[in-house]
């Protein structure tokens, strides 16, 4: 789990191959290289511009220099990490690189031939300060490719932001592989210190347990008895089911969940007592079993009336409506309760998007259909979304007004005709008829 509440994003987004290989372990100090052999030294003396572009190698941490990517066109990067190529030469290195115009999922080990050594930067020592600035900068930037947003992290003070940064800014799995899908993984996650070495992990699709080796995912597949996620089945409507997981029942389930989950969400957090939570982890069932699509977690006693503190679409299941479902469905859970309810802060860009989308919707399909004067109370009653999630989301499509000391809604048809076309289709319906469900706190 985390802090933040981040959906499903562009599923044409997912990253570029990594070209990610073992750790270098004979590769000697790369903070001291060997000097040039006298071959090298011969080539770099006849060619000036080849002398000046050695000089510069290898380059240093921090450096920012324009980097060829997957669209066959250079952008700007930073130099994150570096490491020696085994049996390479002295300035023989590859560089772990960050796109300044995009997300960090996209970061990657990149090879020195995709570097134009002509466009680098000197190495700057940025101060923490300056990458926040950037950061807010970079909300009210008009995103490039659905991926350019960035995370939530706003509740960090800038020593926290170093810190985190610092520690998950090598992404340690380069690929997984879950049931038939083999993916692309985006960012750094927390794995025992005994997968180090791994760019690689095998998942068994059922229990969640994860492997080194194919061999290993084989020989426990032919052992595991699970189809399905373990705990109850609370929702069932066609080939989609909810399974509802206890974190203090199914603890290791519940952790390896959120080892998976990590590696797609850029939280500051990853919460190893899963015991104060619940997962609710959404399947598409065949002959062959359930298969995980996503999931969100929620606290079973949220003081601040939280009903979601994570969800996540895998990739492979993205663009598909999935996400606004996981959306809707702890909302329906909401109302069982008889509560309203709001996601966890801080929610990353296309976390807000996606809850304002949802809010939108839900919020002008009933003023749409209503007869006469409504309240803001009135909506969270029938909606279970906090009052202040209403007023905000009115007030951005300007549908509020403030008169005489009390908010009022003016809901001309018109209007709401053309903020229902801009907001889009509303995914998946959740067909309560098929929830079958006792809130956490009644269960015995």
Known sequence: MGSSANTETNGNGAPPSSNQK??????GDASHPPPPSALDQAIIESDPSKKRKMGMLPLEVGTRVMCRWRDGKHHPVKVIERRRIHNGGPNDYEYYVHYTEFNRRLDEWTQLDQLDLDSVECAVDEKVEDKVTSLKMTRHQKRKIDETHVEGHEELDAASLREHEEFTKVKNIAT???????????????????????????FCEFCLNFMKRK???????????????PGDEIYRSGTLSMFEVDGKKNKVYAQNLCYLAKLFLDH???YYDVDLFLFYVLCECDDRGCHMVGYFSKEKHS????????????PPYQRKGYGKFLIAFSYELSKKEGKVGTP?????DLGLLSYRGYWTRVLLDILKKHKGNISIKELSDMTAIKAEDILSTLQSLELIQYRKGQHVICADPKVLDRHLKAAGRGGLDVDVSKLI???YRDQS
């Open 437 to 439: 469900w006792t809130p």
């Open 215 to 229: 061999e290993q995912l084989q020989r426990h597949m032919r052992k595991c008895d699970l189809k399905h996620p």
């Open 22 to 27: 073992p750790p270098v372990t004979n590769g």
């Open 344 to 348: 966890e802060r801080p929610l990353s």
């Open 268 to 270: 500051k957090t990853l």
């Open 303 to 314: 003081e601040e009336a939280y009903n979601l503190a994570c969800i996540l679409t895998l």
């Open 176 to 202: 997984i592989e879950l049931g038939k899908y083999e993916i692309e993984t985006w960012y750094f996650s927390p794995f025992p210190p005994e997968y180090n070495e791994c760019v690689k992990l095998f």
